[in-house]
Each structure stands twice: as structure tokens, then as C-alpha cells.
């Protein structure tokens, strides 16, 4: 499975973006999608999930902020991101698996990061 994410870009706080997600290959292998940022300095951590059956997962610090869709006929996922901060401010990656959740070593196909930046 190969992903390819797009969207990334230079924002000012409370601004919106939306960041997509594109699956080729043996999509049939996998069962969902979902996205990790990293922040400089900082670990990988996770942000939001989607299955197939679209049911979501999303961290404490996105919730009410960011939604994750996906449309199946395309094999995308889409993150909307409103009223950005400087703190989602990262390296955003996409990534795919069998398994739906929040821990990155469930995920076994990932994408190369898109820059998301937010100025104050």
C-alpha cells in the first residue's frame, strides 16, 4: 500500500486547513486510515483514526477542532482542521493498517509527512 498526503501549508492561528490522503496498491489489506504529527523535538503522536465502517478516533488536543472523513470509492481520508494553533504546528503523516487505533506501531504503511505550519 502506498500513500501519498497533500494539503500541508503555511497558516495564520485560527485558520483552516485540510490535509488529504490517498491510498493505492492493496488497499483491500487494510481496514482504515489515520494521521501522527510530529512536532520538532518532540515524539510522534497520534491524531486521528478512521475505519472503513466510520467509526473515529481522535486525540483530546484535536477534538471539536479537527474531523477526519474518507471517501471509500477513492481510497482517501481527508483532515479538516479548523481554528489551528501554533502548538499543531508539525510534520503530519498519513498511515494505514489492519488494526484502527491510536498506537503508531499498529500502522503498517505510511506516508511521507506534509508540513503543516501555524503562525501566531
Known amino acids: 500500500v502506498q500513500l501519498q498526503a497533500s494539503g500541508g501549508g503555511l497558516v495564520q492561528a485560527g485558520d483552516s486547513l485540510r490535509l488529504s490522503c490517498a491510498a493505492s496498491g492493496r488497499t483491500f489489506s487494510i481496514s482504515g486510515m489515520g494521521w501522527f504529527r510530529q512536532a520538532p523535538g518532540k515524539e510522534r503522536e497520534f491524531v486521528t483514526a478512521?475505519?472503513?465502517?466510520?467509526?473515529?478516533y481522535y486525540a483530546d488536543s484535536v477534538k471539536g477542532r479537527f474531523t477526519i472523513s474518507r471517501d471509500n470509492t477513492k481510497n482517501t481520508v481527508y483532515l479538516q482542521m479548523n481554528s489551528l494553533k501554533p502548538e499543531d504546528t508539525a510534520v503530519y503523516y498519513c498511515a494505514a493498517g489492519k488494526r484502527i487505533t491510536g498506537q503508531e506501531d499498529e500502522y503498517e504503511y505510511w506516508g511521507e509527512g506534509t508540513q503543516v505550519t501555524v503562525s501566531s
Open positions: 478512521i475505519n472503513w465502517s466510520g467509526v473515529r
